[in-house]
């Protein structure tokens, strides 16, 4: 038995057939292909060989695309580390990056001509950058309205979705089936188009200055979280449910003691993704709520720093402060998704969703 | 003890008042009370999404379609409702289809030999070229990754982080990686174009004289002072700044495809598979005719949802260089006279536009579907 693996695993295995003579040049060149996993005339790769090479060939690919994912990263970060304090080289400085600045914060931290220390983009990100918006306006404001506007309607929103999951999934009443595609087809609405009646509302409701507009909608809950959640809800044995009900327990008891825990990997999934989308929505903010009015979002707010495509007072002088305020935007959602990567994709590959 | 004979007790008369209840409620079907929790607790339930979903999508989609056959104006219009509460009294005067005919007649507001509606959603239709991009790399990366590899999974993390981040900050990095001395023009040899200003890839004008010249001379024609091509103005005013967008989405997305091929893949039969590779096939034809079929449902429904998401593109074109007829996507148009003009009714004629487009190219992609299954 031994042998016949050697055999068979033997990487330069010569089919020598007696009809056919081949060329010394065809010969070594098989013997090259066959060192590389890949079988000729002369030589029939091992199987062993030919997965090693296809896999050493995707580890290249793959790292390759890996650094083409994270090089903007990367970037994003050396640019924010640009000293542009001298204003007439700054915008040289901050395109000219490839890996680190020519001259960074690092570099002049402690010279005595740019005194600014290594976070000096981020300082001024923090201290003057946002007063583009209007003259009250400070980052831990914006951060307190991105806080308000993923975290309120994500976390009430999502127990509203669970809720109706519920209902839909594993409750028996009259107009279930119809109550349901009537909401499922409310996803066939695009945004857009609804846009300008959504906004007169808003507008005749006073909604838009103090930002509820981002809020109050997504407190009701949305469709497609609900419609996962009760794809979840399905694999749950109704046992249980019947169980609790014989013992006495009403459906709200049901609802709090045993969806809620149960579910809880769909619901988290779930409500960490439109957490990111709350945070990142940045057209929500730009379109719904007036620039220079308190309420907007951080997204919104760096935009403005950049003033829609050049026009912004930081887009000529300091866009490195621009680039500090896109860092501390990103951060959050990644440290998120690092920590819940798991969860997250894996809610992907079941749902098939995208966002 | 005695507590406990006591519940027993009422147990037991309670069980005998049950028995002696039972005859008399017949007629009554005592069931219901169940059923009757389960619809009052179903609807109780179900309440917070279907006001919402009637709130905010149903009544604004009736209100939408309304207020496109009327003039109303958000800044001296009044209240939305009280206005649209004397319906027919505001009909616009000049018919009730006007905004409808205005969006495919007015010719005015671009230098473009089409109308403003026809403008915008060319550039929209343009950014769809990422779409088939995105789709053969990310089956690329998919294929690559469910290779039985140690680290596919990091991989996938990896892939997915542009997904997740802020289309604010990938813009911003965008926009200065592909500057004139930027990052971009260093890799692809282009920072001496211009007598050494660099390619400019994000402007709205076409190429420039010299730059055009450039290109001319290096793939060895002759330069001449105005080309035709150059001066046409929707091809060529700013196509580099719908590429840079292009590459920027098409980056930004492929994380996501990426994920939902491998869970179509890894739902592909191994037998099958197998099968073919005993019967002698080669991995190239066991992926066209084993696991393409397999995979049909995912890429359809990700072509449906990609197509949808396309037609509906905004915040790219305007983070990189703002709104205007050369590169915005169609929503700018609701966006710019809907809401920031305030012209309501304009804008909701565009939406309701924009709602019968995605509707009936995603009914031609379904139809598509239907012929092929035959």
């Not at chain 1, 030589?43 to 580890?59: C, L, M, N, P, Q």
């Not at chain 1, 066939?188 to 959504?198: N, Y």
């Not at chain 2, 769809?128 to 053969?136: A, D, F, K, L, R």
């Amino acid at each position: 038995m031994e042998n016949m693996e050697n055999v068979e695993n033997n990487v330069e295995q010569p089919v020598v057939q007696e009809e056919e003579q081949y060329s010394a040049l065809s010969y070594a060149v098989g013997a090259v292909l066959a060192f590389f996993g890949i079988s000729s005339k002369t030589h029939r790769a091992s199987k062993k060989r030919a997965k090693f090479v296809g896999d050493i060939f995707t580890y290249i690919i793959l790292l390759f695309g890996t650094f083409l994912m994270v090089y903007p990263f990367w970037w994003m970060i050396a640019a924010s580390f640009a000293d542009t304090t001298d204003s007439a080289s700054a915008t040289q400085i901050i395109r000219e990056i490839v890996w680190w600045p020519t001259r960074s914060t690092a570099g002049s931290a402690f010279s005595s001509t740019h005194a600014g220390g290594l976070f000096w983009n981020y300082r001024i990100f923090f201290t003057e950058g946002l007063t583009v918006v209007n003259d009250d306006f400070t980052f831990w404001r914006a951060l307190l309205n991105n806080l308000l506007y993923s975290i309120v309607p994500v976390v009430v929103g999502v127990i509203t979705s669970a809720s109706a999951a519920f209902s839909f999934a594993k409750i028996n009443w009259i107009g279930r089936n119809a109550v349901f595609y009537f909401l499922l087809a409310a996803i066939m609405v695009p945004g857009p188009s609804i846009m300008t009646a959504q906004y007169a509302m808003y507008h005749g409701l006073h909604w838009q200055e103090n930002g509820l507009v981002l809020i109050i909608p997504g407190m009701f809950g949305s469709i497609m979280t609900a419609f996962f959640i009760r794809q979840f809800l399905f694999g749950l044995p109704t046992s249980i449910i019947e169980a609790a009900k014989i013992d006495g327990a009403g459906y709200f008891r049901i609802f709090c003691g045993f969806i809620l825990p149960l579910a809880m990997p769909a619901i988290m999934a779930q409500g960490l993704l439109s957490f990111m989308g709350c945070w990142n929505n940045y057209m929500g903010s730009y379109i719904m709520i007036p620039d220079n009015s308190n309420a907007v979002n951080l997204p919104h707010a760096i935009a403005k720093m950049d003033g829609y495509g050049g026009g912004g007072r930081y887009a000529s002088q300091n866009y490195a402060a621009v680039i500090a305020g896109s860092v501390i935007c990103v951060i959050p959602v990644m440290v998120l998704f690092a920590c819940f990567q798991k969860l997250i994709i894996s809610s992907l590959m079941l749902t098939g969703s995208k966002e | 003890m005695e507590d406990s004979i006591a519940v027993n007790e009422a147990v037991s008369e309670e069980d005998a008042a049950a028995i002696e209840a039972v005859p008399q409620k017949k007629q009554k079907k005592p069931i219901n009370q169940a059923k009757l929790q389960d619809n009052l607790w179903g609807w109780i339930f179900c309440i917070p999404l279907i006001v919402g979903t009637v709130w905010f999508v149903y009544i604004c989609l009736i209100m939408a379609f309304l207020l496109s056959f009327t003039n109303y104006n958000i800044i001296n219009g009044g209240d939305m409702f009280a206005y649209m509460g004397k319906f027919s009294e505001h009909i616009h005067p000049q018919g009730a289809f006007y905004w409808y005919k205005f969006a495919f007649t007015n010719l005015t507001k671009t230098s473009y030999p089409m109308n403003e509606l026809g403008a915008y959603l060319f550039n929209t239709v343009f950014y769809m070229i990422g779409i088939p991009i995105g789709m053969v790399l990310s089956m690329f990366f998919a294929v690559c990754m469910s290779r039985d590899i140690k680290g596919g999974n990091v991989f996938r993390v990896l892939y997915y982080l542009p997904c997740v981040a802020s289309t604010v900050s990938i813009v911003y990095t965008f926009k200065l990686m592909f500057s004139q001395q930027g990052v971009m023009n260093g890799i692809l040899g282009l920072k001496s174009f211009d007598n050494g200003g660099g390619f400019q890839w994000i402007n709205l004008n076409g190429t420039t004289d010299l730059a055009w010249n450039t290109i001319i001379q290096k793939t060895g024609g002759t330069p001449t002072s105005q080309s035709a091509f150059m001066n046409d103005p929707y091809w060529c005013q700013g196509i580099f700044t719908k590429l840079v967008i292009i590459v920027m989405s098409v980056w930004k997305g492929l994380g996501g495809t990426i994920i939902l091929y491998i869970a179509g893949l890894s739902g592909v039969n191994a037998a099958t598979k197998e099968a073919a590779q005993i019967d002698g096939a080669n991995g190239w034809k066991i992926f066209w005719k084993v696991t393409m079929p397999d995979l049909y449902p995912v890429i359809f429904y990700n072509i449906v949802t990609s197509v949808i998401g396309g037609m509906q593109i905004y915040m790219e074109p305007t983070l990189f260089i703002g709104e205007q007829y050369i590169t915005s996507g169609y929503v700018s148009l609701i966006q710019m006279n809907g809401i920031k003009a305030g012209k309501s009714s304009q804008g909701a004629a565009y939406g309701m536009i924009l709602a019968v487009i995605i509707f009936a190219l995603t009914m031609f992609q379904f139809w598509l579907d239907s012929r092929n299954k035959d």
